[in-house]
């Protein structure tokens, strides 16, 4: 049988790993070392597991959509991430991180951010556990993402404006990493998703999985079974979709179905559709998939979902594309649209753009009526209003020509 789980040298297949400067050795080694011992311990799962019962507000419901069943021809149900704390799942990530900081004896945090999501979720816990925080961020990502800067400001977090480079996320995490060679003792990087050097991608999944472990006790409940037939995530970096399928991906009754972001189309030249045009390549500490033109320069990815908008992807995630255990869709900005239309008109649930991907993802495959399908909905909408107030026109027309799709509920 395939394995899909990390090697003892922190590969997913050819892809993860650790390429990472040499200043950086001790620290990653001593997170290596740790992160294990830590997450097994009694103390860490009743800390954690207390705090995402109090704190998040876990486990999530999983909610068998009418609406959605009846579209697709199967059983829809949605893991509502979105109705955490803070509003997605990141915060699981950022719990359980500083958890870990601190068993290590580390007193101080640092965080890159792209669109702020992750800076939130870290600026959150660090004022939880009364650690300092700083973020870094790019100038260009500060000015489109006003809210969420005064959100870490206000939690108390400091939040660096990085001007090199395109001033956004890429070079937002550079400097992360050189405050990280320049503090090695006492400072504990919280990285987002599931990229980045070994242990990273593999400690990320594992904080994670809680979501695909609540999905199995629900689905035991519901359905008397505790496997879907299918599981479908987004995949920015990949952390709620590792999350979800983690503890599925040996059970090959269970098909995967990732959606990343096609943008404007795959061909379109402004696209995050890594997977679909991505070549090997090193990234943030890992080797993995990312988009890049023939000198390796690492090209600008683009997405209407400012969580999916990542040149590369977590290694598990390259691996298991390469093997054919999951497929990937490219979903593009207009179908996601459409679908975040749709289920706030059918659910009266608002995702967030990058969620909308996943559910746009169902009309890419075909299922029979016994399915149960899950879709974990990693977020809220209203981060994204902005963007769904200007589109409300187009798409509203848009509805009504798809409306008789559907049975209202009164019919
Ligand atoms: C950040 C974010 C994502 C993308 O990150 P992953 O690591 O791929 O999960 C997806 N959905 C929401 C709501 C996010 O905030």
Redesign the pocket.
């Known amino acids: 049988m395939q394995d899909y789980v990390i090697d003892e040298n922190g590969y997913y297949g050819e892809f993860g790993g650790a390429y990472i400067p040499e200043i950086l050795h001790k620290c990653v080694k001593e997170l290596e070392e740790a992160y294990l011992r830590i997450i097994d311990s009694p103390k860490f799962q009743r800390d954690f597991d207390q705090l995402l019962c109090d704190y998040v507000g876990r486990p999530s419901p999983l909610y068998h959509s009418p609406q959605l069943s009846e579209r697709y021809g199967c059983k829809v149900y949605l893991k509502r991430e979105d109705l955490n704390h803070t509003g997605?799942?990141?915060i699981n990530n950022t719990i359980g991180q500083i958890l870990i900081a601190r068993e290590m004896g580390k007193t101080r945090i640092i965080a890159e951010t792209g669109a702020g999501?992750?800076g939130v979720a870290t600026a959150t816990v660090c004022a939880l556990m009364q650690m300092p925080c700083t973020v870094y961020m790019g100038k260009t990502d500060m000015e489109r993402q006003r809210v969420n800067v005064k959100k870490m400001e206000m939690l108390g977090a400091t939040v660096r404006e990085v001007i090199s480079g395109n001033m956004t996320l890429k070079d937002a995490t550079n400097d992360a990493i050189r405050d990280w060679c320049s503090n090695p003792t006492d400072t504990h990087y919280i990285i987002g998703?599931?990229v980045g050097p070994h242990p990273y991608p593999d400690m990320v999944t594992r904080l994670q999985s809680v979501i695909g472990k609540e999905i199995k006790l629900q689905l035991l409940e519901k359905e008397g079974r505790e496997y879907p037939d299918y599981l479908v995530a987004?995949?920015?970096?990949?952390?709620?979709?590792a999350g979800t399928i983690h503890d599925f991906l040996d059970n090959d009754k269970v098909q995967i179905l990732l959606a990343e972001a096609g943008g404007k189309g795959v061909e379109s030249g402004e696209t995050a559709a890594t997977i679909h045009l991505g070549s090997v390549g090193v990234l943030h500490g890992c080797k993995t998939l990312l988009m890049q033109n023939e000198d390796g320069q690492v090209t600008e990815p683009y997405s209407i979902s400012a969580?999916?908008d990542y040149p590369g992807i977590g290694p598990v995630h390259a691996h298991l594309a390469r093997t054919e255990r999951a497929r990937v869709v490219a979903v593009d900005d207009e179908e996601a649209l459409r679908a975040a239309f749709e289920l706030t008109r059918r659910e009266g649930i608002i995702p967030?753009l990058?969620?909308a991907h996943a559910l746009a993802a169902l009309e890419k495959a075909a299922f029979s009526t016994d399915d149960i399908v899950v879709v974990t909905l990693?977020?809220r909408g209203d981060k994204d209003l902005e963007t769904y107030f200007k589109y409300e026109d187009q798409f509203k027309t848009k509805s009504l020509k798809t409306k008789n799709q559907f049975k209202t509920k009164d019919q």
């Open positions: 997605a799942h990141k999501q992750h998703s599931v987004c995949v920015g970096g990949g952390s709620n979709a969580g999916l967030a990058e969620s990693s977020g």
